[in-house]
């Protein structure tokens, strides 16, 4: 019985720490939602300056918030590596 429970005692953790585990569908769903959300949220800023789909303002309009989300993204990405890279050589000290 004493083993039994040692047992469960050491699996739990493991078993809890698994099941929070994302998996690929779960990300791509929450990559598809915000998508959503920007494509939602560029359209509403957008529409503030009085134009509307199809017209060539509003087109410029999305095209210029899409490339400064690309280029914040890469930003952010850059941000991030390079902070890995510096703990990264932390080991080395």
């Known amino acids: 019985m004493m083993r039994r429970l040692g047992l469960l005692a050491l699996l739990l953790p493991l078993l809890m720490a698994l099941s929070a585990c994302a998996t690929r569908g779960d ?4 990559r598809k939602a915000a998508e959503e959300a920007h494509k939602a949220e560029d359209d509403a800023k957008c529409r503030a300056t009085n134009t509307k789909p199809g017209e060539t303002a509003y087109d410029a309009c999305r ?3 899409a490339t400064k989300r690309a280029k914040k993204a890469v930003i952010d990405y850059q941000k991030a590596r390079d902070f890995d890279r510096v703990l990264g050589g932390l080991d080395d000290l």
């Open 27 to 30: 990300i791509e769903t929450d």
């Open 63 to 65: 095209q210029d918030l």
